[in-house]
């Protein structure tokens, strides 16, 4: 928080961040942190999540998200541990973006 308390007192007032947390619950502490800091979310301040869960969806809060196939991301990696011999692999799998209100997007 002191980082952007030091810019906006020396009058950055329009920043132009995204700041991801370890995971929503983290990044939703962060966000209620901005506010008291005066950095408006979206306004100043973009802030994206990366999985989707309820609390993302809070009024309150209106996180925008990546939503990740959980259930994909399970079935491979049980079939990764599950098989004999396998190798280190890279795996992609397809991810959802939930837009809610905590990204202001380029005019």
Known sequence: MTAFTTL???????LALVYSAAGTPS???R???????????PEALSVIG???IAQAGWESYALNTFAQPTAEIVAKA??????PESDTRMVQLPVRMVW??????PA
Do not use: I, N, Y
Not at 31 to 41: D, E, H
Not at 78 to 83: A, K, P, S, Y
Not at 100 to 105: D, E, F, I, Q
């Open 8 to 14: 906006r007192r020396a009058g950055c007032h329009r």
């Open 27 to 29: 990044l939703a502490g």
């Open 31 to 41: 966000v209620a942190g901005f506010r008291q800091a005066a950095l408006a979310v």
């Open 50 to 52: 990366f999985d989707d």
């Open 78 to 83: 049980v079939e990764w541990l599950t098989t």
């Open 100 to 105: 809610r209100k905590s990204v202001r997007l």
